[in-house]
C-alpha cells in the first residue's frame, strides 16, 4: 500500500521560494527513526470492493496540520451568533436556501471549508438541499444542539486530518509544513501511521511503501 503524506509548502515573503520538507523527513528517518516500510503483504484492491474493509477515519495529529482545518457552521440565530467569533464560515436557514438553488456556488462553498457542523433541527434540510454535494465529498455536517459550546467543537475540528482508502489502497494525508520543523513532521507522520496500521489486519505488514511529498514538490520515499 503507498501512503503519500503531503506536507504543505512555507513560501517565503523575501524570496518567494518554496521551501520542501521531505529531505528534513528523510534525514530524519536516517538518523534512526522507524518508520514501517517494505511490507511483505500487500493490501489488495480486492479486500477495498467491500465497503467494510475500507478505511474512513479522522485523527487529530499531535502538532497540528501546519494549516488549521477550515469549519463551517449550519445554524439559527442563537447559534449562528456564538459562532460567528470561532466559524470560517456561518450558513443560516436562509443561505442554505440559496444554496440549494445553486448548486454550482454550492459546490464552491463546499470545497472551501474542511469540516461542517449543524445545529440538529437544520439537518434534515440540509441532507435535501446539499447532500448531493456534501455526501460524496465526505463532509456531511456533525450534529450538535443549540445549546452545544460551539467554541470548543470548532477548536477541536482544527488539528483533523481525514484517513480514507475510498477504493484505492492509498493515503493522502497533510502532516504540517516545514516552518513547523523535522522533529514534529516525524512525530506527526508516525501518529498517522500507527493509527492507519491498527485498522490493517496485519498492521505494518500490510504496508507496501511511504512517501513524503510537499504540495508542489516531487515524492519522496522514506
Not at 503524506?5 to 522507524?34: D, E, I, L, P
Not at 434540510?125 to 467543537?153: E, F, N, Q, W, Y
Request: aromatic share 4%; proline share 6%; charged share 25%.
Amino acid at each position: 500500500m503507498c501512503f503519500c503524506f503531503c506536507c504543505r509548502a512555507h513560501v517565503s515573503r523575501r524570496t518567494r521560494k518554496t521551501y520542501t520538507c521531505r529531505t528534513h523527513v528523510a534525514r530524519r528517518t536516517r538518523r534512526g527513526t522507524q518508520i514501517p516500510q517494505t511490507p511483505q503483504i500487500p493490501w489488495g484492491p480486492k479486500n477495498l470492493q467491500n465497503p467494510q474493509k475500507r478505511i474512513n477515519d479522522e485523527l487529530a495529529l499531535p502538532h497540528g496540520r501546519g494549516r488549521p482545518a477550515k469549519v463551517g457552521v449550519f445554524a439559527r440565530k442563537e447559534l449562528a451568533e456564538k459562532a460567528k467569533a470561532h466559524a470560517d464560515l456561518i450558513i443560516t436557514p436562509e443561505e442554505l436556501g440559496d444554496l440549494a438553488d445553486n448548486k454550482r456556488r454550492a459546490r464552491k462553498v463546499v470545497d472551501g471549508i474542511d469540516y461542517f457542523v449543524a445545529e440538529i433541527s437544520m439537518m434534515a434540510d440540509i441532507g435535501k438541499s446539499l447532500g448531493v454535494v456534501l455526501g460524496p465529498r465526505g463532509k456531511m455536517p456533525r450534529p450538535v444542539p443549540p445549546t452545544a459550546d460551539i467554541a470548543r467543537i470548532i477548536n477541536g475540528l482544527r488539528n483533523l486530518v481525514m484517513l480514507r482508502s475510498r477504493d484505492r489502497p492509498t493515503f493522502h494525508v497533510s502532516i504540517g509544513n516545514v516552518a513547523m520543523g523535522q522533529e514534529l513532521l516525524v512525530e506527526n507522520l508516525e501518529t498517522v501511521l500507527k493509527r492507519i496500521e491498527s485498522h490493517l489486519d496485519r498492521g505494518d505488514q500490510n504496508i507496501a511503501s511511504v512517501w513524503v511529498k510537499t504540495t508542489m514538490g516531487k515524492a519522496v520515499r522514506v
